[in-house]
């Protein structure tokens, strides 16, 4: 084993002796002539080109051709140019001298001043032309080639030549609040009269209107417009819109309570109660719970509209009346039961106590701004308030949702 490791190194070792003798005369060769660029010319010269190395590259200055001066210019043939007229047998080109013409011809008629110009004994010759000077009356600035650097600051342009046809679709969106306007219309039914004076049992309307809160709402869809004429125009649509209010209720469990449960006429006999009034009893911070009335309605607004102001050609402002039809959807309900003092749970799918179809009125003011030759994007208040009640006559509390918001959209004229 030890003698075969002897027999490697030695093997190395020999290869590495032949590759030092092939090497060391290149690697003195090259310090050479870098000691030779160092000490001839400095850093400034040293340069590792072929002919800077060898001693018998040539370095000759080249010639540099004066001018006499800046009118005077010695034209010189290429070298290419220079063959070929040899090849082809013609005469060789001379050294050509230009000064400058002292002489100039002033062009009268187009024919004189061709006839001048093409005459080959009177070469380079200086050729001045009459200038137009254009008309005093003449506005570059109406011209249409003058640029407004000011209208580039606007985000819309100014000079859009807008686009007002008979047939416009459209799209929104509106976000708002939504509420309700509360009312007994039957006293007699949920009070007792003492001393010609009613006293309700149950929870009332002035706790309702002071505890009960606004919530936030939206409606959006689909709009087309029919322009009779420059001011009047009608829209109609199809929308998807939630409403509803904020109620505070109790979720009160006490095992000593009697339980008390709707007559065999109520309404609300096969439903689930699950909270309970917070006037009307004594509970903790713990126990209140925050619940939310939804009502979802399919929407089928008509409104009139009239243009009212004109801002300029592309600003507009816009009054609206009108009314919708919409159709209960979706309901998630809360409703106050007086013989047992609970909050009854109305789903989605059991609307016994709920109406089913809405009228409602809407008015509302636009002001919309051309973005293009066809386009306009808007900002539409509305304040929309539903006829109909929101609960049958049934039950003994009458209330009329409204909302109001903001509407945002485009319309494309088409």
């Not at 008979?166 to 976000?175: E, K, L, Q």
């Not at 009608?234 to 998807?240: D, K, L, M, R, S």
């Not at 919409?326 to 013989?339: I, P, R, S, T």
Request: hydrophobic share 35%; with cysteine; net charge neutral.
């Amino acid at each position: 084993m030890g003698s075969n490791q002897k027999i490697v190194q030695n093997k190395i070792k020999k290869r590495v002796k032949i590759s030092a003798y092939i090497l060391i005369p290149f690697i003195a060769v090259g310090g050479l002539s870098i000691a030779y660029q160092l000490t001839s010319g400095g850093f400034e010269s040293f340069d590792f080109s072929i002919g800077k190395l060898w001693s018998w590259a040539s370095s000759e200055p080249t010639e540099e051709v004066q001018s006499i001066n800046e009118f005077d210019r010695i034209i010189v043939p290429n070298n290419r140019v220079t063959s070929r007229l040899e090849d082809d047998q013609l005469r060789e080109v001379e050294t050509v001298q230009i000064r400058p013409v002292s002489k100039v011809v002033r062009i009268h008629k187009p024919s004189d001043g061709l006839a001048n110009f093409m005459d080959t004994r009177e070469l380079f010759k200086t050729v001045e032309v009459d200038m137009i000077q254009p008309d005093k009356s003449f506005n570059y600035f109406k011209s249409g080639r003058h640029i407004d650097m000011q209208q580039k600051e606007f985000l819309i342009p100014h000079d859009i030549k807008t686009r007002r046809s008979r047939i416009a679709v459209g799209a929104s969106f509106t976000p708002g609040i939504s509420y309700r306007r509360l009312r007994y219309s039957d006293i007699n039914s949920v009070a007792r009269i003492d001393n010609q004076t009613a006293y309700t049992f149950g929870q009332s309307k002035e706790y309702r209107n002071n505890n009960d809160k606004a919530i936030m709402n939206f409606y959006s869809g689909f709009d087309i417009y029919a322009h009779i004429n420059k001011k009047w125009s009608v829209q109609a649509g199809f929308y998807y819109s939630s409403h509803g209010e904020k109620l505070t209720v109790v979720n009160k469990n006490d095992p000593n309570e009697v339980n008390s449960s709707p007559s065999s006429g109520s309404a609300f006999l096969t439903k689930q109660s699950v909270f309970e009034s917070p006037e009307m009893v004594e509970y903790t911070d713990n126990e209140e719970v925050p619940f939310s009335n939804y009502y979802g309605l399919m929407e089928v607004p008509i409104l009139a509209s009239y243009q009212c102001v004109d801002l300029s050609e592309m600003l507009h402002i816009s009054v609206q009346l009108g009314g919708s039809y919409g159709y209960l959807d979706h309901a998630d309900v809360l409703m106050y039961n007086y013989e047992t003092n609970k909050y009854f749970w109305i789903p989605s799918s059991n609307f016994e106590l709920l109406n089913k179809h809405f009228f409602s009125g809407i008015v509302g003011a636009e002001i919309s701004q051309y973005i293009s030759h066809e386009i306009e994007v808007f900002a539409n208040p509305q304040f929309k308030y539903s006829f109909t009640p929101t609960f049958k006559n049934s039950y003994e509390i009458k209330q009329n949702q409204w909302a109001t918001g903001v509407r945002l959209g485009m319309k494309v004229h088409l």
